[in-house]
């Protein structure tokens, strides 16, 4: 049985009005910390993706969407937030409490401080400085839900069967169905790789100043050894993005034909 953290948390959520990853178990999003607002989300190519600005702080907001507590396992360009460690989903994590919430500051230092995340560039990021720069622009959160032991079943009772004289035919049907459904599907053809346009210096998460996070350990058995469910925010600059489509520059106000149409004014007294 792991230990996890089990975070302390701040009642804030009136001020954010856009989940940016809505899961089956838990929601992800992004949070600018200047002015406590979820950040804007963009889909692209089934991937999320948000848009940051140098020296600006954000946090993670981890919400658990069911009645049970959770494991979320959380990392930032690909390192854990917690231990530093690259990132593997059976590393140590934050338990959230039935629809409980974590907001997740920076990467941990100790069990009262953490070191802010705060968007930079890649040279300065912490991935960089650890020689570790290779996943750098994506948020990552594996979740796992509790073990909980299995109830003795009661003993079966044998019932009687309408057609107890069911014989080898039923076998066979049985066995060719199987045969069927374990036929791999045959693999589709890979789509041509396309040139992605020129793009400035990519953005990274810094290891900013300390700040005050206190958490605690707790006990927590995972229902298995794989992840009930793995999210994934993007990230980069707004400039990079719109270079690769990501955001679409807004459209230019077209010429109006009357622009002076309006309803009948008053005459002047």
Sequence with gaps: MKRALLGV???????????????ALVDVAVVNRANGQRMPTWAHHGRLYVAGTPGEK?????TNRTSER?????????INVITGETAAPGQSGYVLDPLGSVDINGWRKN????AAFVFTALPDSYAARTDRPDNVGVIGVAVFREH???????????????????????DEARESASDAAGKPATPS?????????????????????REASGVRWTQFKRAGESPNELLSVYYDSRANLMARGII?????????????????PDPRS
């Design 148 to 170: 909980r032991p299995a109830r003795p079943r009661p003993p079966a009772i044998q019932q009687p069967s309408p057609f107890s004289g069911l014989g080898s035919r039923g």
């Design 248 to 264: 679409r520059t807004p459209l230019r106000a077209e010429p109006s034909p009357f622009p002076g149409f309006r309803f009948t």
């Design 70 to 78: 959770v494991l979320t396992v959380v990392s930032v360009d690909g």
């Design 9 to 23: 948390l701040a009642v804030l959520a009136s001020l954010w009005v856009a989940a940016a990853h809505a899961g």
């Design 58 to 62: 954000y946090s993670v907001l981890v």
């Design 111 to 114: 069990m009262s401080e953490v």
């Design 189 to 209: 053809a890979e789509a041509p790789m396309r040139a992605e346009p020129k793009l400035e210096e990519k953005l990274g998460t810094g290891h900013g100043e």
